[in-house]
């Protein structure tokens, strides 16, 4: 009769074995919850950056315009604000946001808004 080479596991050694077990386990769920933080962080921030993405986009627009409004209205080289060349002008809206625009060449408008620590950029040629 062949003996059986089967290892039973006596008490002290089972409480091991499960303290092992549930070691890894944990392990595995703790690596999943890090990973699951650290995709929402990610979202948090990419939805806070698309957020400050409109009023910094409107900043710049509004301070194009006004440029705009003054080549167009102001005679050249008046000294006032954006009818000179290289002169860059400021906005201030009441959200926050900053606007700057100035000219730059013959037909060409470059005006940049920030809100936060986001920055959107316009150019405008006609």
């Given at each position: ?22 070691f890894f386990v944990m392990s595995i769920l703790l690596m999943i919850a ?10 948090i921030r990419m939805s806070r950056e698309a957020s400050q993405s409109v ?44 606007g700057f625009a100035e000219v730059k060449g013959a037909n060409t408008l ?17």
């Amino acid at each position: 009769m062949k003996k059986s080479t089967k290892k039973i596991l006596k008490g002290d050694q089972r409480g091991a074995a499960t303290i092992l077990l549930s070691f890894f386990v944990m392990s595995i769920l703790l690596m999943i919850a890090l990973a699951a933080a650290s995709i929402m962080i990610y979202q948090i921030r990419m939805s806070r950056e698309a957020s400050q993405s409109v009023p910094a986009f409107y900043a710049a627009d509004a301070a194009a315009e006004k440029c705009l409004y003054q080549l167009r209205k102001l005679p050249p080289n008046s000294g006032d604000d954006c009818t000179k060349n290289n002169k860059t002008i400021q906005i201030n809206l009441n959200n926050g946001a900053v606007g700057f625009a100035e000219v730059k060449g013959a037909n060409t408008l470059q005006a940049w808004g920030i809100f936060g620590s986001t920055r959107r950029n316009l150019e405008l040629t006609w």
